[in-house]
């Protein structure tokens, strides 16, 4: 489980091994978990650190994965782009080349805060709150739709503190695998 820091990943993590919300604090290094969701579907999730420095460590825990759970923060305007770059660069590893991606777009459930422009550049005194970024929006924005049947992929809006979505997540990246499998992973002769 990848994505960048502060966007949820190891409250996911535990969410769903625990069904508990634990205080965390920034993950340096990683959190190793066997989970299972749902009866007969069971997955080891690495879940790795997202901050800058530690990124550039990912490509040596995503060695033999057979999918990606990519996490982002649906409220987090300022670095969406950020996060489209890193996905995008674990997906020119050759060993991630073709592996399904499911796309946790997380806390749905908050506002987010930009500051608003009035004409003529001026900056208004007081911020006002944003929705969160639609699933449709952080596709656009990741350029999910730019990897051309490379990677199949699924995007879920989700909320860790509540658990919304992080089942159909799991459940989803189960049968991606599975696809992934029988295709011998190489989606192009499936």
Not at 15 to 44: A, H, M, W
Not at 180 to 190: E, I, L, Q
Request: a negative charge.
């Amino acid at each position: 489980m990848l994505g960048l820091d502060a966007a949820g990943k190891t409250t996911i993590l535990y969410k769903i091994k625990l069904d508990e919300n634990l205080q965390t604090i920034p993950t340096i290094g990683f959190n190793v978990e066997t989970v299972e969701p749902c009866r007969g579907v069971s997955f080891t999730v690495w879940d790795v650190g997202g901050q800058d420095k530690i990124r550039q460590l990912w490509k040596h825990y995503y060695q033999g994965a057979e999918g990606l759970v990519y996490v982002v923060d649906s409220n987090d305007r300022e670095r969406i782009e950020e996060s489209k770059s890193e996905l995008h660069e674990i997906l020119r590893s050759p060993d991630m080349s073709h592996v399904p991606i499911v796309v946790i777009a997380n806390k749905q459930d908050l506002k987010g805060r930009s500051t608003i422009y009035v004409p003529f550049f001026i900056p208004s005194t007081h911020d006002w709150p944003l929705d969160a970024m639609s699933c449709s929006e952080i596709v656009q924005k990741l350029g999910l739709n730019e990897l051309n049947g490379r990677n199949r992929w699924y995007i879920q809006s989700a909320c860790a503190v509540n658990g919304d979505g992080l089942l159909e997540s799991m459940l989803e990246m189960s049968r991606l695998i599975k696809e992934y499998r029988k295709s011998g992973g190489n989606y192009t002769d499936y």
